[in-house]
C-alpha cells in the first residue's frame, strides 16, 4: 500500500480518535483492519498514530503558536488532524523529508477537508518549517535529506496565518 493511502486511513484514525474519544488501541484496530498483508504499511501507521497522539499537547503547542489571532477550537477538526500527522512527521520521523510531509498534509486537506483547508495547512506548515530551519532543528538522515543528529524541539515564534 502506497504510503498516501496509509496516511489517509491514519486521518482516519486520528479523526475517530478525535470525535469518539474511545480508547486509542480500539479505535486503531477498528480503522487498521485491511493491513494485514502489508507490515510496512501496518507498521508505519501505527507508528505515525501513536506518535501522533503520545506528542499531541506538544504538536497543539506548535500549531497555536503559529495562528496568531485564531482561536485553536475553531480550526476545522481535520485541519488539526492532519497538522498534527503533518507535524509528528517533521519532528519524530528523521527518515522523511520535510516536503514530502508537508505536501501530503497538503494534499489531504485539499481532498478531505474545506475549500481554503489547503492554504491553511500549508501556511502553518510552512511557519513551522521556517522556523526549525532558523534554529538548527532539522534532524533529517538520508539520501536527499537534511543531515543532522537529535530529535528537533519545537520553537515559539508566532506567525500570522
Given at each position: 500500500m502506497k504510503r498516501r493511502s496509509v496516511r489517509e486511513k491514519v486521518m482516519q484514525?486520528?479523526?475517530a480518535l478525535e470525535i469518539s474519544r474511545e480508547p486509542v488501541e480500539q479505535v486503531v484496530t477498528q480503522?487498521?483492519?485491511g493491513f494485514e498483508d502489508d507490515a510496512t504499511g501496518r507498521d508505519f501507521a501505527h507508528r505515525l498514530i501513536t506518535e501522533t497522539v503520545r506528542h499531541?499537547?506538544?504538536i497543539?503547542?506548535?500549531i497555536k503558536e503559529r495562528v496568531d489571532n485564531w482561536d485553536f477550537?475553531?480550526?476545522a477538526v481535520l485541519d488539526r488532524v492532519i497538522l498534527r500527522m503533518a507535524i509528528c512527521e517533521l519532528t519524530h520521523f528523521n527518515d522523511i523529508p520535510p516536503k514530502v510531509s508537508v505536501n501530503e498534509a497538503i494534499e489531504l486537506?485539499?481532498?478531505?477537508s474545506t475549500e481554503k483547508s489547503?492554504?491553511?495547512v500549508n501556511g502553518v506548515l510552512d511557519a513551522l518549517l521556517s522556523d526549525m530551519k532558523k534554529a538548527g532543528e532539522?534532524?533529517?538522515t538520508g539520501r536527499g535529506l537534511f543531515e543532522g543528529g537529535s530529535e528537533p524541539q519545537r520553537t515559539s515564534r508566532r506567525t500570522k496565518v
Open positions: 484514525t486520528l479523526y480503522t487498521l483492519q499531541s499537547a506538544d497543539d503547542e506548535a477550537k475553531r480550526i486537506a485539499k481532498k478531505y489547503g492554504k491553511f532539522i534532524h533529517k
